[in-house]
């Protein structure tokens, strides 16, 4: 007597249906797979193919990416034109100039200014007079020889500020390193460190040291940042002119500072001085080319929103990777075939998405987890096929 009911002939089910194997043996089967797909994911990342997907995901969101509002950040850029008229297009610039322009910005009050300029040269240490304006002031510490790719190592020879003056009152003066990280395959800048390593041990960057003294009388906001030495991602605004930032060319700081500092724009704020004469000092980002200077602005502002994301360790990355491994599987077990794939569509992209943020606080490594999620995928349909329409043919074959 056969169990068939007429009600699933009509239905044109089939009567025999294969029974679904356990979880754990469905788990035990998925295993091999699941391992041969994180050797290939380590292998695609150790490669760079992973990081080319990433990065190209990465710079187009960096393009879309709205520009804030209003920046704390606001910049004096030496111009061809300052170059000449104030400096007389001299290298190193005029020490007795640019305690004059620094003068006129403190007069306005900022918070901070950070002193993009090189003057490790002898004659700052007689010719500048440095005086207490009343902003803290960063200056950039130059290096002897900056590497290629500018990642900080041991052998960094950092050089003094203003000339090696003694007596510079570290209350009120600071200084960081200006070395950014380009990638090496397109040697676009995309990220920074907060301390570099030197043969004097390890130092803040040029943006970190803007940042902790900016954040001096905030310390829950300062606690939020610990030092570093990985490397984080810059979080480029998408205007690549910086129209949510003031800008002032160095004549117009003299011209307007005689107003101030009743009538001052920059007020509280961070003001970084630099130059862009003699087009020095560029950069290729992912929203184009721009000053070192711009650069600096966007890693100042991205420390002020939280700081760059750093790589996550391995151990939690492989505690993810299998929590999203056993949510696929799992989906497949609780449904039939149609159903779990119709689910998929939006399980593996949601997952990818979530587990790329939980990891490294953004979705431009959510490739990484898709790939998994994908051949698990693929694994799954092989596995129905093979224990569904392989008894099938074989039944029909020796039925015949």
């Not at 939980?358 to 998994?372: D, K, R, S």
């Amino acid at each position: 007597m056969t169990s068939e009911t007429p009600n699933a002939r009509n239905r044109g089910e089939d009567p025999h249906p294969p029974l679904r194997p356990a979880l754990s043996k469905r788990l035990l089967r998925a295993l091999p797979v699941l391992v041969l797909l994180l050797i290939l994911t380590w292998i695609f990342a150790r490669t760079g193919v992973l990081h080319k997907l990433e990065t190209t995901v990465t710079d187009a969101e960096m393009r879309l990416n709205p520009p804030p509002v209003d920046s704390t950040v606001a910049i004096v850029n030496i111009t061809d034109d300052d170059y000449q008229a104030l400096f007389n297009g001299t290298s190193p610039l005029d020490p007795v100039q640019l305690q004059k322009l620094l003068a006129d910005i403190a007069n306005g009050e900022p918070a901070v200014i950070g002193v993009d300029v090189d003057t490790s040269a002898p004659k700052f240490s007689t010719q500048f007079k440095l005086a207490n304006w009343g902003p803290r002031i960063v200056w950039e510490r130059d290096v002897r020889q900056v590497p290629e790719e500018a990642t900080g190592h041991q052998d960094l020879e950092p050089l003094d500020i203003l000339g090696g003056q003694k007596d510079i009152d570290p209350a009120r003066n600071s200084a960081g390193l200006p070395l950014l990280i380009d990638d090496a395959d397109d040697k676009v800048t995309r990220r920074y460190r907060r301390l570099i390593a030197t043969n004097v041990g390890q130092l803040p960057s040029f943006p970190w040291a803007i940042t902790k003294a900016y954040l001096h009388d905030k310390p829950a906001e300062r606690a939020q940042l610990e030092e570093s030495s990985e490397d984080l991602l810059i979080h480029y605004s998408g205007d690549r002119h910086g129209s949510h930032r003031l800008h002032f060319s160095a004549e117009k700081v003299e011209e307007l500072s005689q107003h101030w500092p009743s009538a001052s724009p920059i007020r509280g704020r961070i003001v970084l001085l630099g130059g862009s004469y003699l087009g020095q000092d560029r950069h290729d980002t992912p929203i184009g080319q721009i000053t070192g200077l711009e650069v600096m602005a966007n890693v100042v502002e991205t420390e002020l929103a939280g700081g760059g994301y750093k790589s996550p360790g391995r151990g939690f990355l492989f505690l993810l990777e299998l929590f999203e491994a056993f949510g696929l599987i799992l989906l497949f077990h609780i449904f039939r075939l149609r159903q779990a794939l119709v689910w998929s569509i939006v399980f593996v992209p949601m997952v990818a998405v979530l587990c790329s943020k939980l990891a490294y606080g953004n979705i431009h490594h959510f490739l990484q987890f898709a790939l998994i999620l994908l051949g698990l995928l693929v694994f799954e349909l092989y596995e129905h096929f093979r224990r569904t329409t392989v008894p099938q043919i074989y039944h029909d074959i020796a039925s015949d």
